[in-house]
């Protein structure tokens, strides 16, 4: 079975800082892999997703993020958080048919 | 393009009645997915419709709960005989594509309060 789980409910940086949010998946199947984010009174808004090819997925805002097989892990980054980056982050796997499972979630605060 | 929309935003119920929630989605979006979220978690798979067939629905969807997509044009979720467990934010979303890998649109969603 297919699970998503996101290490950190809540991650804090300063602007300026390095954003890194960690996401491992269980998937006996190639995975389709996704980030969304979740502004306050707003709807879930994809920021990247890995199908296949290139590992190192590229996304809006400047984020990233590289799907390592081996490490069965999907970790988003951000060279530099913005104060607009703070939001909820979603990472989240389909392994075909049409379920998407996401994990629970990591609120991003960014400090002045 | 105007995004998905959802309605009611929010509903406050009584247990034991019954509440309907309404998604349009994109315009020539051929997919729609219904999803609930409680406090904390993440997005849970309810259902998903291609055009108006319903073709996959999650067991967490019990006998109280009917989702339909008359026409293949917006879709409604009702929930029978309302539960405090039912408390939750309904969140419905649309794609377009032939794939796994489709991008989907999220509507705001609904909140259901159920006193």
């Known amino acids: 079975a297919q699970s998503v789980t996101q290490l950190g409910s809540h991650v804090s940086v300063s602007e300026g800082a390095l954003v890194l949010l960690r996401c491992n998946y269980s998937s006996s199947v190639p995975p389709y892999l996704f980030w969304y984010v979740q502004y306050p009174n707003q709807g879930l808004q994809l920021l990247l997703k890995y199908t296949t090819g290139a590992t190192l997925v590229k996304g809006i805002n400047g984020f990233e993020a590289e799907f390592k097989k081996s490490e069965t892990s999907f970790h988003l980054t951000k060279p530099s958080a913005h104060m607009s980056d703070a939001a909820e982050y979603f990472c989240a796997v389909n392994t075909g048919g049409f379920k998407t499972i996401f994990g629970a979630g990591t609120r991003l605060f960014v400090k002045a | 393009d105007t995004g998905v929309s959802q309605n009611p935003r929010h509903k406050i119920t009584k247990r034991g009645q019954n509440v309907t929630f309404r998604c349009d989605p994109i315009s020539e979006h051929n997919r729609l997915y219904w999803y609930r979220q409680t406090l904390g978690q993440g997005p849970e798979f309810l259902t998903y419709?291609?055009?108006?067939?319903?073709?996959?629905k999650s067991r967490l969807l019990s006998d109280r709960f009917s989702a339909e997509r008359p026409k293949g044009s917006f879709s409604t979720l009702e929930i029978q005989r309302t539960e405090q467990g039912d408390s939750a934010m309904y969140l419905c979303a649309s794609s377009i594509g032939t794939g796994q890998a489709d991008t989907q649109y999220f509507g705001p969603g609904t909140r259901l309060t159920v006193l």
């Open positions: 419709f291609q055009n108006e067939a319903q073709l996959e």
